[in-house]
């Protein structure tokens, strides 16, 4: 099942993001192993820091069950710590290029221009 399916509120967060072109979301942690973690632990990519404030903005988030719980990075701390590869994340929006799209031969995601 599509993490979005399973968890609504992922596709609500999808929804919101969509306003901030800049950000990329990707989840990771124990949703990624069970049908019931305790939390859903999202990573937001991100090169204007208001962004990340007008989207936690939108919404209790937290408020939620499981609660959503995010981290925040610019794409140079990410690329620094190897935060998604570390962590195995997937990612969640925008949703990646399908293959033979023409956006499949861009730059890699987690890149962000």
């Not at 950000?23 to 973690?37: A, E, I, K, N, Y």
């Not at 935060?83 to 987690?110: E, M, Q, Y």
């Amino acid at each position: 099942m599509d993490l979005k399916q399973r968890w609504p509120i992922l596709d609500e967060l999808c929804t919101c993001a969509t306003q901030f072109p800049d950000l990329q979301l990707w989840v990771f942690g124990s949703m990624l192993r069970t049908d019931h973690p305790r939390d859903l632990d999202v990573l937001i990519i991100y090169t204007d820091p208001q962004h990340v404030t007008d989207l936690y903005g939108m919404r209790q988030w937290e408020a939620t069950l499981p609660p959503l719980h995010f981290i925040a990075m610019k794409p140079d701390e990410e690329h620094d710590y190897r935060f998604i590869h570390g962590t195995r994340a997937v990612p969640l929006h925008p949703p990646p290029p399908t293959p033979n799209s023409p956006d499949s031969a861009t730059k890699p995601r987690g890149q962000l221009s």
